[in-house]
């Protein structure tokens, strides 16, 4: 078994709301300062920078997992993880099919750039990535288990794009397990707010459009930086362990 320090929402500069020091070899080197050693990249409806973000982690203890934060047509956010490259691919093509083709605003929204593993500019990607796609939370919950792959909703209990506020409590007709709070709450007070929360497992991240908000909040002790094993983790299942890191143990990392 090892320990791995963990942050499963992060964002590159494609994501029009994140800063330009959101580059691959910045992301990296921050995670490994921190002693982060999982982190998953999840720009909005876009995966073309997880790759650039694989290959700046290589010969490191960084492991980048391909991920994604999709936008339902509920105007939900939720974090899509996957163990493969490939698998994120797929996703993206059904994605793609889904968001529509308005133009980005640069100007007014943010740029929305592919980098390679240096951070140096590649393209543009020219449609608006802060949109809702033409899906619903259910069915992407079933599209994306259907890859394999792991759906939480994201920062559910935060006002814009959170589960909670917007629907005004969890979905029964999704078997939902995982739910992520935003980093402003401690779990404790998140149940508190939203009793419903205790029928969930939570994970807590940085959601992070900064380097600085690159938190590492996760401590997972698994067998491999697999999604099987984060879900045995996150069960407590068969030795693999789960825990929120308070700012108080962050520190002392």
């Not at 002693?35 to 982690?57: E, F, P, R």
Request: with cysteine; charged share 20%.
């Amino acid at each position: 078994m090892k320990t791995y320090r963990a942050e499963l929402h992060i964002h590159t500069v494609l994501s029009p709301c994140a800063e330009i020091e959101m580059l691959p070899p910045l992301i990296v080197m921050e995670c490994l300062e921190k002693g982060i050693s999982l982190i998953a990249i999840t720009d909005h409806n876009a995966t073309a920078n997880i790759s650039a973000v694989q290959k700046a982690a290589e010969g490191t203890d960084l492991i980048v997992l391909p991920g994604m934060e999709v936008q339902t047509r509920e105007e939900v956010h939720s974090l899509c993880l996957f163990d493969t490259l490939e698998q994120a691919m797929t996703w993206q093509e059904i994605v793609d099919r889904h968001l529509p083709e308005i133009p980005n605003r640069a100007d007014y929204f943010g740029d929305q750039l592919i980098v390679d593993a240096n951070g140096d500019f590649i393209r543009r990607e020219e449609r608006l990535l802060l949109n809702s796609i033409n899906l619903s939370l259910e069915e992407a919950f079933h599209l994306v288990t259907k890859l394999d792959g792991l759906f939480i909703p994201a920062h559910v209990n935060r006002t814009a794009n959170g589960l909670l506020p917007i629907l005004g409590m969890p979905p029964t007709d999704i078997p939902l397990e995982i739910m992520e709070i935003s980093r402003h709450l401690k779990p404790a007070e998140a149940v508190k707010i939203y009793p419903a929360l205790q029928n969930y497992l939570l994970i807590q991240s940085g959601d992070a459009h900064r380097l600085d908000e690159i938190l590492g909040l996760n401590q997972f002790t698994l067998h491999s930086p697999t999604l099987q094993e984060i879900r045995l983790a996150l069960r407590g299942d068969q030795g693999r362990s789960h825990r929120i890191l308070s700012s108080t143990t962050l520190t002392e990392v």
